[in-house]
């Protein structure tokens, strides 16, 4: 397929939705785009976008497909242990509210399970939880908080009795944690950025970004955390420069900005 078409592509796609393929690793995007299109039997990539444009329902399908909402609580549990046994302990001993920031968040499992863990460990202490995604459909799933046994996972039985409710064969999310997350919509590659986090969890976001784009998301985490605030990352999503980006050593998966 010819490079014109892909450059056209990509352009018509990013006004359409926003969506800069480029901030994409090439290789990957162009292999699961292809993936995605031969299964519609688009014969190129103008006429898929064609398809898209006239399309809404594969258009959503697309947008899904390309940005992978897969998920579930307590995701890489040791992870979360440790951010519950060490890295909030220590926030908590410098902050007694804590102004936290689930970046990419889908449809809000992450979220949600920190607002567990912060509801047990600091009981009737308000914190903010801010939980944003581009994805306004996985947002709307991330308010109603009804979850399958796919998303239902690492939970203890305790929080699972306290926090959940079964309904059918879906559990929901008790009101009282529901409350404590604030969903909102926001693109990493596009968006302003707040600032002032004590604590900024991107899991799993980054896995098709380039190299570039990361790194430019990193150095925006690290200007939007306060000094001593911490990235945590997914567990196969290690930041090897670091230390050039302006983070210090802390814990495997979770980087410190320097006091
Ligand atoms: C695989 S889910 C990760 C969910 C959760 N963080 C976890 O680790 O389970 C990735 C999410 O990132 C979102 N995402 C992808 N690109 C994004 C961008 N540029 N800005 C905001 N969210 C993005 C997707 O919509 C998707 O919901």
Not at 54 to 72: A, G, M, Q, R, S
Not at 139 to 156: D, F, G, H, M
Not at 226 to 234: A, C, I, N, R, S
Not at 235 to 244: Q, S
Request: aromatic residues 14%; positive net charge.
């Amino acid at each position: 397929m010819s490079t014109q078409d892909w450059e056209t592509f990509k352009q018509k796609f990013n006004s359409k939705s926003n969506i800069n393929l480029n901030d994409y690793k090439p290789t990957q995007m162009q292999r699961r785009i292809g993936n995605f299109m031969n299964r519609q039997g688009a014969g190129g990539y103008l006429e898929f976008f064609n398809m898209l444009n006239t399309n809404p329902k594969l258009y959503k399908e697309f947008v899904d497909y390309l940005t992978i909402n897969v998920t579930e609580f307590f995701r890489t549990p040791e992870k979360f242990a440790e951010l519950e046994t060490k890295v909030l302990p220590d926030l908590l001993a410098k902050n007694a509210r804590l102004n936290i920031w689930s970046a990419g968040c889908s449809i809000g499992a992450e979220p949600y399970s920190l607002a567990m863990i912060l509801k047990d460990m600091t009981p009737g202490t308000k914190h903010r939880i801010l939980a944003t995604d581009l994805d306004v459909e996985m947002l709307e799933k991330a308010r109603k908080a009804v979850y399958t046994t796919t998303e239902y996972k690492n939970i203890s039985n305790a929080r699972q009795s306290k926090y959940f409710k079964l309904e059918g064969t879906n559990y929901s999310v008790s009101n009282d944690i529901k409350g404590l997350v604030e969903f909102k919509k926001h693109n990493l590659l596009l968006d302003a950025f707040e600032t002032g986090f004590d604590l900024i969890l991107c899991r799993n976001v980054v896995i098709y970004f380039t190299e570039e784009a990361k790194d430019a998301l990193y150095r925006r985490f690290l200007a939007a955390l306060k000094p001593g605030g911490v990235l945590f990352v997914g567990g196969t999503e290690a930041i090897l420069n670091f230390r050039d980006i302006g983070f210090e050593h802390y814990l495997p998966f979770f980087y410190r900005k320097p006091r």
